[in-house]
């Protein structure tokens, strides 16, 4: 009774979310801050005084939203972690300024940026060519490739695990093909230059679109969002679950040029028109009001991931250096699956993958000082 098509689908399978036990949960990437008070305040509002709304259809094209993740773009330069804040204002750090404003025609919001991805899948790539990206990198990606039908090209990464963009390109040259990849990469943490970035592009297929995912990008590294004026087959993805503290109200957004943006409103369009509900909306507007708190607490994740990844090495670790909001290490003499079930002992959740060539590493969030604390407690006497 079960289509045909169904036989291409190899689920994502996310962080556990167990309820046996009330663990710290360090194994999903969340934000271990809460949203901003303002947010809590314009839902109850929303809920409240304007209730009636919630029986109403959304804003089906996030007009007001568009426009303040604009805005915030344009006072961050889309990396949180490095901007100026002076009282409630931001202002981009001097190299993350971008050379040209940002604008709402520019955005398109979706119901998490899992959400976005398949519309920009659906939207820029077909069953005729492969899709170039990263073997280890958001593993979303090859599950998408399933869903639609387009076949995929893996590139391993180097052995010092950052990506192999000569051969990508190479590839991407071959093929006539898209390319995407996370960065900073997933699960390495490892973040390239926007200036290498731009190198990649210049020397990829012009008419194929060359895809960026941002999702960490608040925490570390450099935005790709300066370039969008140099290369219009370039679309960046990015996502409010883990630097706005987001992740169950779900929102991620498309960054790119007008005329591509439209393209995925066509999509869009085609399958549900409101993907964002009134209260996402809502929330999300009061959380780019509030960028300058996202902005503190990046600065701190930032500071804990550093002073945690000293530990980690002093201790006998490995462990790469991350730009993002959480570390990918391992411990000589320990399977990935051993460090995570002698962590879990002790009530904190982090993450392995069974994937083979990453076996023996774990992914751990950075949570709050004291959740770090006590997660240091437990790693030191493995
Ligand atoms: C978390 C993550 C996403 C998905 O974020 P949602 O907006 O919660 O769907 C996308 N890409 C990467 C690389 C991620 O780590």
Partial sequence: MLAKRLSNLHPYVPGEQPKDRDYIKLNANENPYPPHKSVGEAVAKAAGENLSKLGLYPDPDSTELRKAIAKMLNETGGVFCNTKIEGEKCTPDEKDRIPFEVTPEMIFCGNGSDEVLSFVFYTFFDSDRPLIFPNFTYSFYPVYCGYYN?????VPLKSDWTLDSGRMIEEAQKNDSGIIFANPNAPTGISMNRSDVADMIRRAPKDRIFIVDEAYCDFGGESCLPLLKDFKNLVIVRTFSKSLSFAGMRLGYVVSSPELIQAV???????NHFPVDFLAQTAAIASCKSCWYYAENAKKVARDRDDFTSFLKDHGYFV?????????TKKEGHTGEELY??????????????TPGIEDFVRITIGTPSQMQELKSVMEKI
Avoid: E
């Fill in 341 to 354: 079930q002698a962590v879990k002992k002790a009530g904190i959740l982090i993450r392995h993958f069974n």
């Fill in 320 to 328: 790469i250096d991350s730009t993002t909001n959480f570390v990918f």
């Fill in 150 to 154: 387009i076949p995929m090209m893996q």
């Fill in 265 to 271: 409103f066509t999509v869009k369009n085609s399958f």
